[in-house]
């Protein structure tokens, strides 16, 4: 669950740490649904048969599948500051897939708190680095440089 802290803890919050969330399972269904939602009908994605004969040995989430979770993990627990208006996506500064996401795999992640510029009165740019983990394994799945953009209101 969000907690909210207040504007200036938010703004003082460079390098805290925050996580790791509670685990997620990346079931089949959802690899089917973001392979259509996406036109990638990649095998290795969708036909656990085909994907049986590879280093795998089974279907694994698509990369982009895996960073789009970030939206739904961190959020949980990455702290916000009050009265915020919204959060926007800026980017990705830098990304690496570390380790695929096997299908039934269950991934949670962490961030630590790179930057927060006030680009405009109440419009934060926080650059967080995210490692998203896999359970039972050692690499994680991908780590991130993720940017959004905060927009607070006034006090």
Sequence with gaps: MTTTISKADFVNSVGAEYGPGEWFEVDQDRIDLFAKATDDYQFIHIDPEAAKQTPFGTTIAHG????????????????????????????????????????????????KILSIDEKRPGQFLTKSEVVVEIEGEEKPALIAEWLGMTIVGED
């Design 64 to 111: 982009f599948l895996s960073l789009s979770l970030l939206a739904a993990l961190v959020p949980k627990f990455q702290p916000k500051p009050e009265n915020v208006v919204m959060g926007i996506n800026y980017g990705i500064d830098k990304l690496r897939f570390l380790q695929p996401v096997k299908v039934g795999s269950k991934v949670r992640a962490k961030s």
